[in-house]
């Protein structure tokens, strides 16, 4: 079926293909638009009173509006380029980087990020020998993880990193805010116990593999061995804090003295003091330091100790 115009014009309704038993392909004549039906399913419309073009669906909501999957590309590379600035781009696909199974952004002609799954399974932002810097930003700050590509540094809640780990405790991680037996740095998930662990208590790791509860009352509980502070009952479930800041609230003994050093207890077990242990056959052991807040100390247990003679 066809049309032939030579000159002027015609008035027409919806067109319908003659061939269609179905009566249900055709041009579909609105105001201002022009739709495509077939099989009475509107594969394309085109808006002028929008400007917008649909692809299965006869309201589209964007210039152009897809809806379903969109294939680019017969054979090689696909690009989806921005009219404005040609160099910045997604590639998909193709010889070079990052090959048939990769995606490659490039903004104003620099490799920002690349997702390749040629038998890497990597994840890139950047490329070596480009000063890429990399944030994570969240609620209370824009710096939560940042990469700086010039220097090659990594900060933690800063954008000025100065050594190659730089983590700054401040905002929302200060460990000065921390809740009452809570904690966090280097925490580990092994060992054992033959009862529920208490949350907040010194422990130590014996030749068994278990966690016992350390005191500093004579050597063989705690004066060498790996200390912890549990995290809560299990230790292979909540784990226990080898390093890092912990409100020690409950298991505390003694006064608090702002930037002090603190003991294993010789008196109850599990227990962490400012006191020296001073008895007959008892040992001195550091295991950090007090913070400006009650409580809150920096555990970083000393490798040494002292036996009480």
Same mark, same amino acid.
């Given at each position: 079926?066809?049309? @032939?115009?030579?000159?002027?014009?015609?008035? /027409?309704?919806?067109?319908?293909?003659?061939?269609? %038993?179905?009566?249900?392909?055709?041009?579909?004549?609105?105001?201002?638009?022009?739709?495509? #039906?077939?099989?009475?399913?509107?594969?394309?419309? #085109?808006?002028?009173?929008?400007? /917008?073009?649909? $692809?299965?669906?006869?309201?589209?909501?964007?210039?152009?509006?897809?809806?379903?999957?969109?294939?680019?590309?017969?054979?090689?590379?696909?690009?989806?380029?921005?009219?404005?600035?040609?160099?910045?781009?997604? @590639?998909?696909?193709?010889?070079?980087?990052?090959?048939?199974?990769?995606?490659?952004?490039?903004?104003?002609? @620099?490799?920002?990020?690349?997702?390749?799954?040629?038998?890497?399974?990597?994840?890139?932002?950047?490329?070596?020998?480009?000063?890429?810097?990399?944030?994570?930003?969240?609620?209370?700050?824009?710096?939560?993880?940042?990469?700086?590509?010039?220097?090659?540094?990594?900060?933690?809640?800063?954008?000025?990193?100065?050594?190659?780990? +730089? $983590?700054?405790?401040?905002?929302?991680?200060?460990?000065?805010?921390?809740?009452?037996?809570?904690?966090?740095?280097?925490?580990?998930?092994?060992?054992?116990?033959? %009862?529920?662990?208490?949350?907040?208590?010194?422990?130590?790791?014996?030749?068994?593999?278990?966690?016992?509860?350390?005191?500093?009352? %004579?050597?063989?509980?705690?004066?060498?061995?790996?200390?912890?502070?549990?995290?809560?009952? @299990?230790?292979?479930?909540?784990?226990?804090?080898? /390093?890092?800041?912990? +409100?020690?609230?409950?298991?505390?003994?003694?006064?608090?003295?702002?930037?002090?050093?603190?003991?294993?207890?010789?008196?109850?077990?599990?227990? $962490?003091?400012?006191? #020296?242990?001073?008895?007959?056959?008892?040992?001195? /052991?550091?295991?950090?330091?007090?913070?400006?807040?009650?409580?809150?100390?920096?555990?970083?247990?000393?490798?040494?100790?002292?036996?009480?003679?």
């Amino acid at each position: 079926m066809a049309y @032939k115009f030579a000159t002027g014009s015609v008035e /027409r309704g919806d067109i319908y293909n003659e061939d269609d %038993a179905q009566g249900n392909t055709y041009l579909d004549w609105n105001e201002d638009a022009v739709g495509v #039906v077939a099989g009475g399913t509107t594969v394309f419309v #085109v808006s002028g009173s929008t400007a /917008r073009v649909g $692809i299965g669906t006869d309201s589209p909501d964007y210039t152009l509006d897809v809806e379903g999957y969109i294939s680019v590309g017969s054979a090689g590379t696909a690009y989806i380029i921005n009219n404005n600035d040609t160099d910045t781009h997604i @590639k998909l696909g193709g010889g070079g980087t990052p090959g048939v199974d990769g995606m490659l952004f490039t903004c104003g002609g @620099k490799a920002m990020l690349t997702l390749d799954e040629n038998g890497l399974d990597t994840v890139s932002i950047g490329t070596s020998g480009d000063a890429t810097d990399f944030k994570v930003m969240t609620t209370n700050t824009d710096y939560a993880l940042y990469v700086s590509g010039g220097v090659d540094r990594v900060g933690i809640c800063t954008s000025a990193p100065a050594v190659s780990l +730089d $983590i700054h405790y401040t905002g929302s991680g200060d460990p000065t805010n921390l809740d009452n037996d809570e904690g966090g740095g280097e925490v580990v998930f092994f060992g054992t116990s033959s %009862a529920g662990l208490e949350t907040g208590a010194l422990y130590y790791l014996n030749s068994d593999g278990g966690w016992a509860s350390a005191s500093a009352e %004579a050597t063989g509980s705690g004066h060498t061995q790996f200390l912890g502070i549990s995290m809560g009952a @299990k230790p292979a479930e909540d784990g226990m804090l080898i /390093r890092g800041f912990f +409100d020690v609230h409950t298991y505390y003994s003694g006064s608090f003295v702002k930037g002090g050093p603190v003991y294993v207890h010789s008196g109850s077990n599990g227990y $962490i003091s400012d006191q #020296v242990p001073s008895a007959s056959d008892s040992y001195v /052991r550091t295991v950090g330091y007090s913070t400006d807040t009650t409580n809150v100390i920096y555990f970083n247990p000393d490798a040494t100790y002292v036996e009480i003679g």
